[in-house]
C-alpha cells in the first residue's frame, strides 16, 4: 500500500509556470513507475507524462511535450511535474499515481492515486 499527496496546483495566468509535487509514503518508491494524469472541467481523466521506475525514462502525452517536465526524487520519494508556459486548456484537476506492474503500457494500469490539486490557467 501506497499513500500519494499532491501539492502546488493554484491560479496562474497563461504562459506562466506552477510545479506540482506529489509525496509518496512507504518504502518502496523506488520501486514504482509514476505517473500524472489531469481531468479537464466536464472531461475524462487523461495521461499527461509518466517516468518509470528503472533509468527514469520519461513519456509524455503530446498536447504536453516541451513544456511539461515529469522527475522524481527516490532519496525523497517525491515525483515532480514542471509546467510551463501554461494554456488555459490545461486547466483541470491533476493527479499522481503509482504503478506496480512492470509489464505492459506505462500510459494504464496505475494502482495508487492521490486525492488530486486544481490547476486553473486564466486567459
Known amino acids: 500500500q501506497v499513500q500519494l499527496v499532491e501539492s502546488g496546483g493554484g491560479l496562474v495566468q497563461a504562459g506562466g509556470s506552477l510545479r506540482l509535487s506529489c509525496a509518496a509514503s512507504g518504502r518502496t518508491f523506488s520501486s514504482y513507475d509514476m505517473g500524472w494524469f489531469r481531468q479537464p472541467p466536464g472531461k475524462e481523466r487523461e495521461f499527461v507524462a509518466a517516468?518509470?521506475?528503472?533509468?527514469?525514462?520519461?513519456y509524455y502525452a503530446d498536447s504536453v511535450k516541451g513544456r511539461f517536465t515529469i522527475s522524481r526524487d527516490n532519496a525523497k520519494n517525491t515525483v515532480y511535474l514542471q509546467m510551463n508556459s501554461l494554456k488555459p486548456e490545461d486547466t483541470a484537476v491533476f493527479y499522481c499515481a503509482a504503478r506496480t506492474s512492470n509489464s505492459g503500457s506505462i500510459y494504464r494500469g496505475y494502482d495508487y492515486w492521490g486525492q488530486g490539486t486544481q490547476v486553473t490557467v486564466s486567459s
Open positions: 517516468i518509470t521506475r528503472i533509468g527514469g525514462n520519461t
